[in-house]
C-alpha cells in the first residue's frame, strides 16, 4: 500500500540518504555527505526531514544565522522526484517554522540565483501564504565563487510574520526518530496549522491525509491549485480557512451558469425531495419528456435543426465515441479524420482523433482508424489547410482512404484556443459535402452558449451531420451528454448502442432548467458584451508589454492569451495566489485561458481580469529582475 509523507526533525540516520537525494535526483548543488550529517545533528533542530515508508523523499536544510536572531535561513529544499508536484516543498517550508529552533524567527531567508524561478517562486509564495512581504537583495557575486559557472546569489526574505505558536492538533510533532515499522501504516502529512499571517487571512490548507494517501497520482487540478474547496456560489469558491476565490475556470466548461445556480438548485431539490425517478437507462420518464420538449422549442426549431436525439452516456467522450461509431455505420467506412491539437477524449476512440502527443501516449495501445491533418491556421495564415486536405481526398496516390467522417471543434478548447474562422468552417462543410463525409461538430465544451451563441458553429452558418454535447449541457455540473444527428442518420438498431447511466434524470431536470435562459436574446446579448469586456482587457494586458511575444486568442467567454516565452503556466499559479482560479491549455501548457460563467457579473469579471493582469505584470517583473541581474535567465528545477 501506499504510506504517508511524514515531516519531523532529521537524525543522523538521515543524512547519507539526504546526500543521496541530492545526487540522483539533481536540481540542487551536491555537498560532501559530512555536511548533510552536520545538517542532520548540529542543525537538526532548525532544519527538516520528508520520509514515508520507502524513506527520505525531501528536506530542508537550514540554520539560524549568527548575525541576526529573528530569522532562519534556508541553505537548500530538496524534493525527490518521485514526490515532486504534490506541493511538497511548500509544505515544509510552512512547517519549518514550526521546528523547536524556529519558533521565534519573524522572517525566513535564503539565497538564491535570478534564474531560478521555481525557487524564487516558491518563497514568493510562502510570503503570500503568510501574508507578509516578499524581499530580494544582492548577496553573493558571482566572482566570489571559484570558477566560471556559478551565477551571482540574491537574497530573499519572507516576513516579518508573527512568532506566535498556537497548539494545533495537526502541527508538526517533534520527533526525535523515524516512524516504527508499526507506525507506518497510519502516519499522516503534519501540516502545521498555526496562525503565523499578520492578517487575518489565512493560508489555504493544503490537501489532507486521505487524498495524499488514497487518491492516484494522476489527479491535475488539485496540484494546481493547492486548497481543500468547501463551498461555492455564482463565481465564487471558498475553501475550508474561509479564503474566497475567484473562478475563471467554471469547472473546465462544465460550470457555464456558474456554481449552485438558485433556481437549477431548487429544481432539482424538489425534484428528488418528491421521490421522483432518479436512474432509469433509457426508459420513458417525465423528466426526460420535459428535457427533449423544451430542448426543441428553445434550441432546435428556433435554429431551423431536424436533428434527431440519442443519449449516449454520461460523459463528453461517450457522445463523441458513438457519434464515430454511427458514422462508420452509416457510410460502412472505418477512418475518421481529426485535425492537429485537437482534444475529443480519454477513450481510445477519442484519443485516435486527438492531436495531444501526452495524452495520446497514455492510452498504452496504437491509435487506430484516426488521422490527424492541419486545422485553421497550424502553418500560418497563408496556407489553406482545406485546399490541402481536399488535395489528399481527391488524390488517389495520396494513401488517404476516404474517411467516414470529420471531427472538429470550432475552437480548440484544450489545443491552446485556436480558432477557426467561419469562412475556413463553411469550407469545411462543403469540402465534406463534395466528398460524401459526414461532418461532426464536437461542441463539447465551445457549445452551450460558451462562444457566443448555443452551438459554436452558429457563426459560420453551418448545419453538421452530427453535433456532440456535454459539459454544460445540465447546467448544474451533472454529467449530461448527447449526440445530435440528422435523421437519415438514425440507423443504429434498438440496444446496438446503449450504456447504464444515460438515463440521469436529475441532470435532465437542471437542464431543463438551464434551457429557460435561451428562451430569448438576453443570455447570448449579455455573452456578447461581457465577451467585449474580456477581448479589451486582454487586448490592454498585451500592449502593456510590448517586450513580450503575446496574443490574445478564442472568441466569446473562451478567451486567453498564448505565451511565446512560456509564462503562462507562473501566470496562473500567480494568479491563484491573488485569488483567481484560471488554467492554462495547449500542447506546451502555453496559453493562460480563461472561461468565466456566462452568468458572472460585470464587476466580479473586472475584478478578476485586472487580477490575470496583475499576475502577468508580476511574473513579468520577476523575469526583468532575474534579466537585470543575470543577463537571460534559463530556469533550473526546482530546488
Same mark, same amino acid.
Given at each position: ?159 516579518? %510574520? ?453 499576475? %502577468? ?23
Amino acid at each position: 500500500m501506499r504510506h504517508e509523507i511524514q515531516l519531523r526533525t532529521p537524525i543522523e540516520d538521515d543524512a547519507a540518504p539526504i546526500w543521496q537525494l541530492v545526487h540522483d535526483d539533481g536540481g540542487l548543488d551536491i555537498n560532501s555527505p559530512y555536511a548533510y550529517l552536520l545538517v542532520c545533528t548540529d542543525h537538526a533542530e532548525t532544519s527538516l526531514v520528508a520520509a514515508d515508508a520507502t524513506g527520505v523523499v525531501g528536506f530542508v536544510a537550514a540554520y539560524r544565522p549568527p548575525n541576526r536572531d529573528d530569522a532562519v535561513f534556508v541553505w537548500q529544499v530538496g524534493v525527490a522526484r518521485r514526490a515532486r508536484r504534490r506541493g511538497l516543498a511548500r509544505r515544509m517550508l510552512h512547517a519549518l517554522i514550526d521546528q523547536p529552533g524556529n519558533r521565534d524567527v519573524r522572517f525566513v531567508t535564503a539565497t538564491v540565483t535570478p534564474d531560478n524561478l521555481a525557487s524564487m517562486g516558491l518563497f514568493e509564495r510562502l510570503a503570500r501564504d503568510l501574508r507578509v512581504p516578499f524581499e530580494r537583495d544582492e548577496r553573493f557575486a558571482a566572482d566570489l565563487f571559484p570558477g566560471d559557472d556559478h551565477d551571482p546569489e540574491v537574497e530573499v526574505a519572507v516576513g516579518p %510574520f508573527l512568532p506566535t505558536r498556537i497548539a494545533s492538533p495537526t502541527a508538526t510533532t517533534d520527533t526525535a526518530s523515524p516512524p516504527s515499522e508499526d507506525d507506518k501504516d497510519t502516519t499522516t502529512v503534519t501540516t502545521p496549522l498555526t496562525d503565523h499571517t499578520a492578517t487575518s487571512g489565512q493560508a489555504p490548507s493544503l490537501p489532507d491525509d486521505a487524498i495524499e494517501r488514497l487518491e492516484s497520482e494522476v489527479r491535475s487540478y488539485g496540484r494546481m491549485w493547492p486548497a481543500t474547496f468547501e463551498r461555492s456560489s455564482g463565481s465564487k469558491i471558498w475553501d475550508d480557512r474561509g479564503n474566497e476565490y475567484l473562478d475563471l475556470f467554471s469547472g473546465a466548461g462544465a460550470l457555464n451558469y456558474g456554481h449552485n445556480d438558485a433556481d437549477m438548485r431548487d429544481a432539482l431539490v424538489d425534484y428528488l425531495t418528491a421521490g421522483n425517478i432518479v436512474h432509469s437507462l433509457d426508459t420513458v420518464t417525465v423528466a426526460k419528456r420535459r428535457f427533449l420538449e423544451r430542448f426543441e422549442e428553445v434550441i432546435l426549431q428556433p435554429r431551423n435543426l431536424d436533428y434527431k436525439v440519442m443519449f449516449p452516456g454520461p460523459t463528453g467522450t461517450n457522445a463523441v465515441e458513438s457519434a464515430m461509431k454511427l458514422a462508420r455505420k452509416v457510410t460502412g467506412r472505418e477512418g475518421i479524420i481529426g485535425f492537429t491539437n485537437a482534444f475529443h477524449g480519454m477513450t481510445l476512440g477519442s484519443l485516435s482523433v486527438s492531436g495531444n502527443s501526452m495524452k495520446r501516449d497514455g492510452a498504452g495501445v496504437g491509435l487506430t482508424f484516426g488521422m490527424n491533418v492541419p486545422y485553421d491556421g497550424y502553418f500560418g495564415d497563408d496556407v489553406d489547410t482545406i485546399s490541402y486536405l481536399d488535395a489528399l481526398l481527391a488524390d488517389d496516390g495520396s494513401g488517404l482512404e476516404k474517411p467516414a467522417a470529420v471531427i472538429v471543434e470550432t475552437v480548440q478548447a484544450e489545443g491552446g484556443l485556436a480558432t477557426a474562422s467561419p469562412e475556413w468552417l463553411r469550407n469545411l462543410r462543403e469540402l465534406c459535402t463534395r466528398h460524401d463525409v459526414l461532418m461532426i461538430v464536437d461542441d463539447i465544451q465551445a457549445g452551450c452558449g460558451r462562444t457566443g451563441t448555443f452551438f459554436s458553429f452558429e457563426v459560420a452558418g453551418i448545419e453538421p451531420d452530427i453535433v456532440t454535447l456535454s459539459k454544460s449541457l445540465s447546467g448544474f455540473g451533472l454529467p449530461f451528454a448527447l449526440t445530435l444527428f440528422r435523421r437519415d442518420l438514425d440507423v443504429f438498431e434498438p440496444g446496438e448502442h446503449n450504456g447504464t447511466f444515460r438515463g440521469f434524470n436529475p441532470a435532465m431536470v437542471t437542464a431543463t432548467v438551464a434551457l429557460d435562459r435561451w428562451s430569448d436574446d438576453n443570455l447570448e446579448a449579455a455573452i456578447a458584451m461581457k465577451a467585449g469586456i474580456v477581448s479589451r482587457a486582454l487586448d490592454d494586458l498585451i500592449d502593456g508589454h510590448p517586450e513580450h511575444v503575446l496574443e490574445r486568442r478564442g472568441r466569446g467567454l473562451l478567451q486567453g492569451v498564448a505565451c511565446a516565452d512560456g509564462i503562462a503556466g507562473a501566470v496562473a499559479e500567480q494568479a491563484f495566489e491573488l485569488g483567481v482560479i484560471v488554467e492554462t491549455s495547449g500542447p506546451n501548457d502555453e496559453v493562460l485561458k480563461l472561461l468565466p460563467a456566462l452568468t458572472i457579473p460585470s464587476d466580479e469579471l473586472a475584478t478578476g481580469l485586472d487580477r490575470i493582469t496583475e499576475a %502577468f505584470s508580476d511574473v513579468i517583473a520577476l523575469r526583468a529582475a532575474a534579466v537585470e541581474v543575470d543577463g537571460a535567465p534559463q530556469p533550473e528545477p526546482v530546488a
